[in-house]
């Protein structure tokens, strides 16, 4: 084995090439038209929402959503510890305030109790983020209960979570109000930068179509009626997102059997935990797994042309936020979390490779 196996990397291939081809042969303003359309269309139709506003990114997609809602400075919003930091920086933008609650051992997604002790006078949303396409243990429809109870806002950061469902059917992202997703490379799918949000409130779909576009009335004209912006997409981004969103289904299949090999392989392995999935609902899109003495594994795989990546550290001790509290969970994952080779393209072999040389490692 001489080629770096690398923990991640995209996945274009001829058709995504011949369909910005045959995209530039046509007479198009590039921006936002037809093929973004279709896009959105493909991706409704997936997740089953009657709305898809598709976005730059799956950060300001964020920002729009708690916008639209009427969130605004002040704003008290729980956000897990464990996240990607766009999701407590795509409220920070406008003022609100992320309150950072520990998450689930066992998932990585918010912790119900933990949420619910959160909660003040302040508060106006919960941003459930699905780790790793997981969905909370507590089960979502005890999140629902408890935002519907305390008249809180439901937002899902989905963006890990295309090709994932709840038990009850429902795509990831449909639960909440709004449900969020990123096309960043590399998700399952990508569009090189790029996000969405979904949504069956015909009232909140209007709003966000509104806000990524100036606040026009309507699309080519100067009428405007609400503040927005432009935070609208491109045609040769739709180009490769509709035949990466072609990809979804065969890649949903294959992101399932790379974690089943993972697992079968180094469930001996006492020293490293792989976090659980429910392959009948949800896709991995990262191999996560807590490890003991990590860094000297990371050097070992290192050494045999094996890239790894910190999972993320806990977001209350960057020196972005510097917050007090009392994180377990989070803190473990800073310390013993890993990420291990995870690209669509992986074969059976590398997979082999990467877990034989970690049983070698912890068998030293
Ligand atoms: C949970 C989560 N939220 C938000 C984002 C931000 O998405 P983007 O990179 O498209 O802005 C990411 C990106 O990985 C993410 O993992």
Request: charged letters at 25%; glycine letters at 8%.
């Amino acid at each position: 084995m001489t080629d770096f196996i690398v923990q991640m990397k995209p996945f274009f291939g001829d058709e995504e090439k011949r369909s910005i081809a045959s995209y530039m042969d046509e007479d198009g303003f590039i921006t936002e038209y037809k093929r973004t359309e279709l896009f959105e269309k493909m991706i409704a139709e997936y997740t089953g929402s009657k709305y898809c506003v598709v976005v730059n990114n799956g950060t300001v997609s964020l920002t729009l959503a708690a916008i639209a809602m009427g969130l605004k400075f002040g704003d008290e919003i729980i956000v897990p510890n464990y996240t990607m930091i766009a999701t407590p920086n795509s409220i920070k933008i406008f003022g609100a305030v992320p309150i950072f609650v520990d998450v689930e051992p066992e998932t990585l997604c918010l912790d119900i109790d933990k949420t619910k002790a959160a909660i003040t006078t302040k508060t106006r949303a919960i941003i459930l983020v699905s780790a790793n396409g997981r969905y909370p243990q507590a089960g979502i429809k005890a999140f629902e209960k408890l935002a519907k109870d305390n008249n809180l806002i439901l937002i899902e950061d989905a963006a890990q979570s295309l090709g994932s469902f709840y038990p009850d059917g429902r795509h990831i992202g449909r639960a909440g109000i709004i449900g969020s997703f990123s096309f960043s490379s590399p998700k399952i799918i990508s569009t090189g930068q790029g996000g969405c949000l979904i949504t069956d409130d015909e009232e909140v779909n209007y709003k966000l179509r509104r806000l990524k576009d100036f606040g026009r009335s309507a699309g080519g004209t100067d009428t405007h009626e609400s503040i927005g912006y432009n935070f609208k997409f491109t045609e040769l981004q739709a180009c490769i997102g509709i035949e990466q969103m072609k990809k979804l289904p065969a890649r949903v299949l294959r992101k399932k059997e790379i974690w089943k090999r993972y697992k079968e392989q180094l469930a001996g392995v006492t020293s490293l935990n792989l976090f659980d999935h429910n392959l009948k609902y949800t896709t991995p899109w990262f191999i996560d797994v807590k490890v003991k003495d990590r860094e000297a594994l990371i050097s070992y795989l290192l050494e045999k042309k094996i890239g790894t990546r910190l999972m993320y550290p806990s977001i209350n001790k960057q020196e972005a936020y510097k917050v007090p509290g009392n994180f377990i969970v989070t803190e473990d994952i800073s310390l013993n979390g890993l990420w291990l080779p995870s690209f669509i393209q992986i074969t059976d072999n590398e997979i082999n490779y990467v877990t034989d040389s970690i049983n070698n490692f912890y068998k030293r």
